[in-house]
Structures are given as structure tokens and as C-alpha cells.
């Protein structure tokens, strides 16, 4: 399961690791767009497998950020 | 005379029979009801009567003149709902898998056509197997009397279509063109073609629910508003939406007793907002805390979460909350929520529902995608939608509200009646780092100490421009007000416009970018 970011916006943080169990609507990444820091939920419980992206670039709605087992 | 009742009672019986033993149980066992089933459970007790029980198709191809099918495969008829008129079509799977035909689209439209007359809602049950093909153009014609029946009672009438079963091809325009769809979660698919279509036309392998179920629907296209975990969770949301609606558009929307004093203050709201402004909250915590006894419908709660839309009640009244979600998208509206909001501000004004609009969005979505995508043109319903209704409009602005945003989400001269700001309220063009940026970019550049002056800059125009009271010293805002006050300001005002006229020239409609 790929989380993609809701919107375009620069990354703030991601707020998991591998590794880490989460639940659904726990919150994995922050970007900050639109003069609002936008949290990125989970959208289902699972593990996280990797982290695809690194704080400070832009994202894009169809860039991978977190990707969950 | 006894034989003649004696043959009525078995004519009834046989076709309350439905498709046989068999097919009822085949419908069981796939976790649904039978159309009757449906009926009964929906009705008042005792108050449905059925119409054009006894009604035939009359195609002789294929066979089917010995082809029995009770009812046409579809169940029509009216009685009670919440002690009010309804008129309900229910379709019957398990009689010829419900398929649609001449006479069956015949009772269809006409059962919408009666209930346009007469000023009731229509409730249509969808579970068919599609296009009845052995009718040929017969079949097709009766799609045009179905949706146009549908097209001339809308607005006229509410209209709810509720997905229990498949509704796919062309016919999946007729749950679409109603005022709101209702799906059933593992039962209810809807869909322009379904998966053998796609894979003989397209070569893609894709199954059923992935492509029509409540996953495409209710969260990836925005065409389903609620959806229900089976046909009984169904039924009694259709008959909680319809206590929010008025019977037709020459009523008032109704008013019951909620026994929750309209008056009260909320202190639970001051200090609710975070004082950080790029920090998000949940929306969805200031309406449960402002509607009477916290309940709030909401509709299409999983599509376009940037902006929440449903009914709740104030005083009583039913009223339609449009509110920006900063929780998710910073609440910024995209496309997808302008149309979204816009669609649900034209049902709310076409019956008589007043609108309360809650302010926390930073803009209209900016960048390639949503620019291609045409934010313009859908940003645009939504201003359209507010200036043409004629229902009473109050606003409340909790935190940010600028720039298109502000205008899009109804502002005093986009149509709001009144205009509330709480003392969190920023109300201007643009934040006020870009605008520092753009005015005093020369200063800025030339400066000694750049950074020192465009925080001093920023500083600025954030005092003068960042507040309520700009907004309220000209007007826009009527009053700015103590967060744990907007309840009762919300009461008062709409008791006040309840009998709000509107005199416009006449035209055939506005022009709206559809």
C-alpha cells in the first residue's frame, strides 16, 4: 500500500520509520502548502516498509511517501 | 362472485411471489432483501399501496411471450414515510433479474411523474441486471422517459436513488441524475460499464467492486453521497435524510422539536481553534458543537475532505452547513470541492434550506495540476451557486478566509445575509509574507538589512490587514463575536431571515460553468 501526499506541497517531516506498526488515520508525514501544514494519514492499519521521501522536497500528489505492508 | 374475488387473491399472491422460491432465496443468500421486503420495511405500517401490479410487457421476440415477469420486475407505489406521502419504485432482481424494459421504465416515469404532480418525494430502489436487450429500441426509449421524467421533477420534488444492488450501462444515469445516491456497501455498484464491457473494449482486467463499488464511488469519483452497510442501514438513513426535507419546493424546509435551547453559548468553542495558524483542527468538532444536540448529517463524508457538507439543524430548522476542513488539504478547495459544495448549495436552495457557512480556507488550490485540471471553471460553481441562491445565507469566519476563498465560500457580497468573524479571524486578500514580498520589493531588496525590513514589512501589513476589524469597519463583517456565542448568533439570525424575499428579472438560469 503507497501513501501519496493529498496535495503538491514541500515536506516538512515524516513522522514514522521503518518498521513502525500503524493504525489507520495516524498521521505519517507533515507538508506544509498553501500556508497550512497538511498532515498525511495512514489510510489503513499496516507496517511501514519504507520511507520513499525526504523532508524539504516537493511532493507531488503522485509521489510515494510512505509505503506500508 | 366468489370465484371472481377467489382469482383476484391468487392473481395478488402469485405476483407477490416475486420470481419463485428460488430466486427470492438466491437474493437472500446475497445479503439482500426482496424488493417487497424493501417496501415493507421502508413504509409506515399498513399505508403502501401499490400501483400497476398487474402490469405487462408486451414483446413477443426471443420467447418472451411465455415469459411471465410479476410486476414488470419493478415494485411502484405510495404511502407513508415518517407519517408523509412518498412515492417509491422498487426494482425486483429476482424477476428477470429486474431488468429494465418498455413497461417497467413505464412505471418508473410515471411513478415520478405522479409524485412531481402531486409534490412528493421520490425514492427509487435500484437492483437490476441492466437493459432488457430482447425489447430493442423499446427498451432504449424508456431510458428517455425515465430520465426525463426525473429531469422535470427535479427541483420540483427531492429525489433519492438508492444503489442495492447493480445499476450499470446507461441506466447508471438515472441514480446519478437524482438529488442525492444512496450505496449499500457490498451490494451496490453503479458504473457507465461494467467489468466484461471494460475488458472486451479496453483489454483491462478489473473487477466489479474495484470499479463500481463504494471504494470508486463514495471516495475516488464523488458520484454516491451515503453509503450504507446493507439494504436495512439503508433504508433508515433514506428516511433520516428525508425528516431534513421539505415535501416539494413550494414548502419551507421543516422544523421539528429538538428540545436544545437555541440560545445557549458553547464556551467549549473559545480556544477551540489552535493559535498557530498553519496548524489544522477538525472541523468537524466545531459543527457537532454548534448544531442542536450535536447531530449532523453529513453527505459525501469520504470524497473531497477538504470541505464538509450536510444538514443539521438550528432551532429546529433544517439547515445546510458548507464548512472548509482545515484538517485535511489545509482546506484549501480544489475541484473537487467546489463541486462538491456547489452542488449541495443548489439542492439547499431549490428547497428552501438556509445555509450556514464556516470559514477556515487559505484559497482555491493553485499549481499545475489543479490548473489543468480547470480549478477556474469549478472554482466558479461555487460562486455562481451562492449568488444565485435565494435562501437565507449566514457566515461565519473562524480563522482564515482569503483571497477567491473568501468570496467562494460566501462573503457578505457574495450573498451572505450575515457575516460573523470570530477574533481568530484573518480576512484579506493574501497572507502576509507574499504580500509584503510583492509590495516592498524594491525596499526590501535595496535595504541595508533586507530580512530585518521585510519582517518589519510583514509585520505591518499583518497588524492592518491580518484581523477581523479591517473586514468589520467597512461591513463586511457584521459583528465579530465570542466563538462560544455563534450558536445563538447563528438562531437569532436565521429566525430573523426565515422569511427572507428575494425579486430578480426574470431568466431562464444563470449561465453556471457546469
Known amino acids: 500500500m503507497n501513501i501519496t501526499s493529498p496535495m503538491v506541497g514541500k515536506l516538512l517531516s515524516i513522522d514514522v520509520k521503518v518498521g513502525d506498526k500503524v493504525k489507520k488515520n495516524d498521521v505519517v508525514a507533515t507538508i506544509e502548502a498553501m500556508k497550512m501544514q497538511v498532515k498525511v494519514f495512514a489510510p489503513e492499519d499496516g507496517e511501514v516498509a519504507a520511507v520513499n521521501a525526504a523532508p524539504d522536497t516537493v511532493v507531488n500528489p503522485d509521489t510515494v511517501i510512505v509505503v506500508l505492508k | 362472485m366468489s370465484k371472481l374475488y377467489e382469482d383476484l387473491a391468487a392473481k395478488r399472491e402469485k405476483i407477490k411471489q416475486m420470481g419463485g422460491e428460488k430466486a427470492v432465496a438466491g437474493q437472500h443468500k446475497a445479503g439482500k432483501m426482496t424488493a417487497r421486503e424493501r417496501i415493507e420495511y421502508f413504509f409506515d405500517p399498513g399505508t403502501f399501496t401499490e400501483i400497476g401490479m398487474h402490469i405487462k410487457h408486451r414483446i413477443t421476440a426471443f420467447g418472451m411471450d411465455k415469459k ?82 426525473q429531469n422535470l421533477a427535479s427541483g420540483i420534488i427531492p429525489q433519492l436513488s438508492l444503489l442495492m444492488g447493480p445499476c450499470l450501462g446507461g441506466q447508471a444515469y438515472h441514480p446519478v441524475m437524482q438529488d442525492f445516491v444512496f450505496q449499500c456497501r457490498k451490494t451496490g455498484f453503479m458504473g457507465i460499464a461494467g467489468p466484461a464491457f471494460v475488458k472486451t473494449q479496453l483489454g483491462i482486467d478489473i473487477d466489479l467492486e474495484t470499479l463500481c463499488g463504494v471504494q470508486a464511488h463514495a471516495v475516488k469519483s464523488g458520484c454516491t453521497h451515503v453509503v450504507a452497510e446493507d439494504d436495512k442501514d439503508c433504508l433508515d438513513k433514506v428516511k433520516e435524510m428525508l425528516a431534513f426535507l421539505p415535501q416539494n419546493n413550494r414548502e419551507k424546509a421543516p422544523r421539528i ?69 482545515p484538517n485535511w488539504m489545509g482546506g484549501v478547495i480544489d475541484c473537487n470541492a ?93 497572507g502576509a509574507e507574499t504580500a509584503a514580498s510583492v509590495i516592498f520589493a524594491k525596499e526590501i531588496k535595496n535595504a541595508e538589512n533586507p530580512q530585518e525590513v521585510r519582517a518589519k514589512r510583514i509585520q505591518e501589513y499583518r497588524d492592518l490587514y491580518e484581523n477581523p476589524y479591517n473586514a468589520a469597519e467597512r461591513g463586511y463583517i457584521d459583528d465579530v463575536i465570542m466563538p462560544s456565542e455563534t450558536r445563538s448568533k447563528i438562531c437569532l439570525s436565521l429566525e430573523m431571515l426565515k422569511d427572507k424575499a428575494v425579486a430578480r428579472p426574470h431568466r431562464k438560469f444563470s449561465n453556471i460553468n457546469l
Request: aromatic share 12%.
Open chain 2, 68 to 149: 411471465e415477469i410479476p410486476a414488470e420486475g419493478v415494485v411502484i407505489g405510495y404511502g407513508k414515510v415518517n407519517g408523509k406521502m412518498v412515492m417509491a419504485a422498487a426494482e425486483d432482481y429476482t424477476s428477470m433479474a429486474g431488468t429494465f424494459g418498455e413497461y417497467h421504465g413505464k412505471k418508473f416515469a410515471q411513478a415520478i411523474d405522479m409524485a412531481k404532480d402531486m409534490g412528493i418525494p421520490f425514492v427509487g430502489m435500484n437492483d437490476s441486471g441492466g437493459a432488457r436487450l430482447q425489447e430493442g429500441i423499446d427498451t432504449l426509449q424508456a431510458y428517455a422517459w425515465l430520465f426525463k421524467a
Open chain 2, 257 to 325: 422539536d429538538t428540545g436544545d435551547d437555541p440560545y445557549r453559548l458553547v464556551p467549549e468553542l473559545d480556544g477551540l481553534i489552535p493559535e498557530k495558524t498553519m496548524m489544522p483542527f477538525d472541523m468537524h468538532e466545531v459543527i457537532n458543537l454548534l448544531v442542536d444536540n450535536g447531530y449532523f448529517f453529513e453527505i459525501a463524508p469520504d470524497f473531497a475532505k477538504n470541505i464538509i457538507v450536510g444538514f443539521g439543524r438550528f432551532n429546529g430548522y433544517t439547515t445546510g452547513i458548507i464548512a472548509s476542513q
Open chain 2, 338 to 430: 467546489a463541486d462538491k459544495a456547489a452542488r449541495f448549495i443548489r439542492f439547499c436552495d431549490l428547497f428552501n434550506i438556509p445555509l450556514v457557512n464556516l470559514h477556515d480556507t487559505p484559497a482555491f488550490m493553485i499549481g499545475p495540476d489543479e490548473e489543468w485540471k480547470g480549478i477556474l471553471r469549478h472554482g466558479a460553481k461555487m460562486l455562481y451557486a451562492y449568488i444565485d441562491a435565494t435562501v437565507p445565507k449566514v457566515t461565519v469566519m473562524l480563522r482564515k478566509s482569503f483571497a477567491g476563498a473568501y468570496l467562494g465560500m460566501c462573503c457578505k457580497d457574495t450573498g451572505a445575509d450575515l457575516v460573523f468573524g470570530w477574533p481568530e479571524a484573518t480576512v484579506t486578500i493574501v
